[in-house]
């Protein structure tokens, strides 16, 4: 069994006479074989390249750029008018919200004529009510400048608080030549007293003020001038004559009512019209808008109390260059207003007989 299985391998193995020739014959067809060469490595293979990206086109660059701007501006312009709407529509207090209580009315205070305030000899009249707003004030206002003299201060000021000093002096004096001319007004709620302003008037001049103020008492009146001493009322011509401070029209001194305290300036001079001239208080016109005299029975009185106040000031601080003490102002009067001083004279006003008119 051995020796067949050996002759069946061996008869496998070898090749029969008809399957060489043919082989060979195949493989002379072909050529011969080459030898086997070296085998080169093989190269790892390169990741692929990404797309190459083309700039966007010039002209869609050139249209972002510009709507761009104008959508950024187009959207703050909406934004700002959404503000204005919701503050013009602002929502109502809601009714938890415990309601505003409302402002008390005005009461009305009786009209009576205050009795002139008795003076006694040698003592001079306080001045009440030097407030910008009839209530006291909070600030304390910078001292103006100092002057030497009225004219320097007509010249080289734009305000009348540059004499105070002295317009307080004649106006003591003037009350205590005659107490009703020159008149302080009571407080109101409704009357509000400008800066450098004398709250004074004629006593009827005064008194039908006063009752106007009273009969609107929710018409809120400004002052802006009432008393306007004789050396005040120079500074304001002399600015009126040069077109200086604002001034365009002024009265001479010892011509103006404002001296008499016969007039008042207000700031509403439409909204008090009718019930000014209810109480007998002109209005100037359209040449002085804000002006308004009163026609009633003092402003018959034309007597300058205020020229007479100064002359009997000057005669005393000054006895060696006296003027006449006859309450007109002449060309004498303004040489020396003009050198007067502007803080007021070393002497100040006196009551009684020694205040009583002099001539020199």
Not at 60 to 72: E, R
Not at 79 to 97: G, Y
Not at 237 to 263: D, Y
Not at 281 to 290: N, P
Request: hydrophobic share 35%; net charge positive.
């Amino acid at each position: 069994m051995t020796n067949d299985r050996g002759t069946q391998a061996t008869v496998a193995d070898t090749p029969t006479n008809e399957e060489t020739p043919q082989a060979d014959a195949g493989q002379a067809a072909l050529g011969p074989t080459p030898a086997p060469g070296p085998v080169e490595p093989r190269r790892p293979a390169e990741p692929p390249r990404p797309p190459e990206r083309r700039p966007p086109p010039r002209g869609l660059v050139l249209a972002v750029a510009f709507l761009v701007p104008c959508v950024v501006i187009a959207l703050g312009v909406w934004s700002m008018i959404r503000a204005v709407e919701k503050s013009e529509t602002a929502p109502a207090p809601s009714a938890s919200e415990p309601p505003t209580p409302a402002a008390p009315a005005l009461a009305p205070a009786p009209a009576e004529q205050e009795p002139a305030p008795s003076l006694a000899p040698g003592q001079a009249p306080e001045f009440i009510g030097e407030t910008d707003d009839g209530e006291p004030s909070s600030e304390k206002r910078a001292p103006p400048k100092r002057y030497k003299t009225v004219h320097q201060a007509a010249t080289e000021s734009c305000s009348t608080e540059s004499v105070e000093g002295l317009s307080k002096q004649i106006i003591a004096q003037a009350r205590c030549i005659k107490p009703n001319a020159f008149v302080p007004l009571p407080p109101r709620k409704n009357l509000v007293v400008s800066s450098n302003v004398f709250p004074y008037l004629e006593l009827e001049a005064r008194n039908g003020l006063v009752r106007a103020l009273d009969a609107n008492p929710t018409k809120r009146m400004t002052l802006n001038s009432a008393l306007r001493t004789v050396a005040q009322q120079y500074l304001v011509s002399r600015w009126g004559a040069g077109k200086r401070c604002g001034v365009q029209l002024a009265t001479r001194p010892g011509q103006s009512n404002h001296e008499i305290g016969t007039a008042v300036d207000i700031a509403e001079p439409n909204q008090w019209k009718a019930a000014l001239a209810a109480q007998q208080f002109r209005w100037l016109g359209a040449s002085d808008r804000v002006h308004f005299d009163y026609k009633g029975a003092g402003s018959r009185s034309k007597s300058a109390t205020d020229v007479l106040a100064f002359q009997m000031l000057w005669n005393r601080n000054n006895p060696k260059d006296p003027i006449p003490a006859d309450g007109r102002y002449s060309a004498a009067t303004e040489q020396r207003l003009k050198k007067a001083p502007p803080a007021g004279f070393a002497k100040g006003p006196v009551c009684g007989k020694s205040g009583a008119k002099k001539r020199p």
